[in-house]
């Protein structure tokens, strides 16, 4: 048997008629840029993320670039985020012009760690930007505590909650990914800002579009960055659809870690409080490469996320990071391996993947 990482394409067959007349009418409307659909679905995923508004934009490192620029974070700033996820935040800091300053993360949750964020904080500190990994939400209780904003990088975690509040209405501002993989994921690139206050969301609607309030009027320096009405029209098709998938992908979560139990690598860990949506499942393995290889020649290939921390990217080579500057981050780096995981897995596929993994270390032990 061989089993996907990932299939994005498996949602399309179940929701082809919808997701072909919706997107018919688009067309026959020829209404493509900041139409009904993109109205609609900002208001529909606004009000499943408990914010006030959305503002859809071209992609969810559009979302934090264009979030940063709400707060005229700049140059002379200090922005905290985490090491050890997708380089959208970092580069979002970078693009404003501020400095990125990392924190190092959780051994067993992989979010930011809030005692060494605090560490971390200058007179120039602006804000953090909490990423809320593989679908579950950093500690924004402790996080909220240390007295600047949060602005949520929720790319792999719509649906997510902690004590019951969703994830994008926990701090200033929002933002989200709809990137085809996500948990709610588009035919194509598309994000958004989620916020509650009335004046930034003028703010952000004018930097998405050139600056604009009034057309050919420019009162800001700012950005091409429109969701399309296309990418729109699909995402409330899939929208109603989404609570169901998070339930599939916690039950395939579920059945992982009863399948690996007892095994000598260490499992997901949820903090107490938080509804995961497993956008992710990853493990921890000192055996992580052999493990990859062995699951690639029975079936399973799979991506390492992420083998590289930030801080030590090349294209950060010149900001003066070293090795040991983040050793959570560094380590776990070394031992993640993703699962496959997708709301489309059947049990058996996810048994095939359980079994290859137990086969791994009967191997070694015998």
Same mark, same amino acid.
């Given at each position: 048997?061989?089993?996907?990482?990932?299939?994005?394409?498996?949602?399309?067959?179940?929701?082809?008629?919808?997701?072909?007349?919706?997107?018919?009418?688009?067309?026959?409307?020829?209404?493509?840029?900041? *139409?009904?659909?993109?109205?609609?679905?900002?208001?529909?995923?606004?009000?499943?993320?408990?914010?006030?508004?959305?503002?859809?934009?071209?992609?969810?490192?559009?979302?934090? =670039?264009?979030?940063?620029?709400?707060?005229?974070?700049?140059?002379?700033?200090?922005?905290? =985020?985490?090491?050890?996820?997708?380089? +959208?935040?970092?580069?979002?800091?970078?693009?404003? $012009?501020?400095?990125?300053?990392?924190?190092?993360?959780?051994?067993?949750?992989?979010? %930011?760690?809030?005692?060494?964020?605090?560490?971390?904080?200058?007179?120039?500190?602006?804000?953090?930007?909490?990423?809320?990994?593989? *679908?579950?939400?950093?500690?924004?209780?402790?996080?909220?505590? %240390?007295?600047?904003?949060?602005?949520?990088?929720?790319?792999?975690?719509?649906? +997510?909650?902690?004590?019951?509040?969703?994830?994008?209405?926990? $701090?200033?501002?929002?933002?989200?990914?709809?990137?085809? =993989?996500?948990?709610?994921?588009?035919?194509?690139?598309?994000?958004?800002?989620?916020?509650?206050?009335?004046?930034?969301?003028?703010?952000?609607?004018?930097?998405?579009?050139?600056?604009?309030?009034?057309?050919?009027?420019?009162?800001?320096?700012?950005?091409?960055?429109?969701?399309?009405?296309? !990418?729109?029209?699909?995402?409330?098709?899939?929208?109603?659809?989404?609570?169901?998938?998070?339930?599939?992908? /916690?039950?395939? /979560?579920?059945?992982?870690?009863?399948?690996?139990?007892?095994?000598?690598?260490?499992?997901?860990?949820?903090?107490?409080?938080?509804?995961?949506?497993?956008?992710?499942?990853?493990?921890?393995?000192?055996?992580?490469?052999?493990?990859?290889?062995?699951?690639?020649?029975?079936?399973?290939?799979?991506?390492?996320?992420?083998?590289?921390?930030?801080?030590? !990217?090349?294209?950060?080579?010149? !900001?003066?990071?070293?090795?040991?500057?983040?050793?959570?981050?560094?380590?776990?780096?070394?031992?993640?391996?993703?699962?496959?995981?997708?709301?489309?897995?059947?049990?058996?596929?996810?048994?095939?993947?359980? !079994?290859?993994?137990? $086969?791994?270390?009967?191997?070694?032990?015998?």
């Amino acid at each position: 048997m061989n089993v996907p990482f990932l299939n994005p394409g498996a949602q399309f067959p179940p929701l082809r008629a919808e997701i072909l007349a919706a997107t018919e009418a688009v067309l026959a409307r020829a209404h493509y840029i900041l *139409g009904p659909n993109v109205a609609a679905f900002e208001e529909e995923a606004a009000r499943y993320c408990g914010a006030g508004f959305g503002v859809g934009v071209n992609s969810g490192s559009d979302a934090l =670039t264009l979030a940063l620029r709400a707060f005229d974070i700049g140059p002379g700033d200090e922005v905290i =985020t985490t090491p050890f996820t997708y380089i +959208a935040p970092a580069e979002s800091i970078h693009q404003v $012009g501020a400095k990125i300053v990392f924190a190092d993360i959780h051994p067993r949750r992989f979010t %930011l760690d809030p005692e060494d964020v605090a560490r971390r904080i200058t007179p120039r500190t602006r804000a953090i930007i909490p990423v809320h990994l593989f *679908g579950q939400a950093a500690a924004m209780g402790p996080l909220a505590a %240390l007295g600047l904003p949060l602005v949520e990088d929720c790319a792999q975690a719509i649906g +997510a909650t902690v004590d019951g509040r969703p994830v994008g209405s926990l $701090g200033v501002l929002g933002c989200l990914s709809f990137y085809p =993989t996500k948990n709610l994921g588009a035919c194509g690139d598309g994000g958004m800002v989620l916020c509650s206050n009335p004046d930034t969301v003028t703010r952000l609607r004018m930097l998405r579009v050139h600056g604009i309030q009034r057309r050919y009027f420019h009162d800001l320096h700012g950005y091409n960055s429109r969701l399309d009405e296309l !990418q729109a029209a699909i995402l409330r098709v899939k929208l109603p659809h989404l609570d169901r998938w998070n339930a599939r992908r /916690a039950e395939i /979560a579920a059945r992982y870690d009863v399948g690996l139990s007892g095994l000598p690598l260490l499992l997901p860990e949820t903090a107490p409080g938080n509804r995961h949506v497993f956008h992710v499942y990853a493990i921890l393995s000192d055996q992580r490469d052999a493990l990859h290889a062995h699951l690639a020649a029975n079936g399973v290939p799979t991506i390492i996320y992420y083998p590289q921390p930030m801080h030590l !990217q090349q294209c950060y080579a010149d !900001q003066g990071w070293k090795t040991g500057d983040y050793p959570v981050a560094e380590s776990v780096s070394k031992r993640i391996l993703p699962l496959p995981m997708y709301p489309e897995l059947s049990d058996a596929e996810v048994d095939h993947v359980i !079994q290859a993994i137990r $086969g791994f270390f009967n191997g070694i032990a015998s």
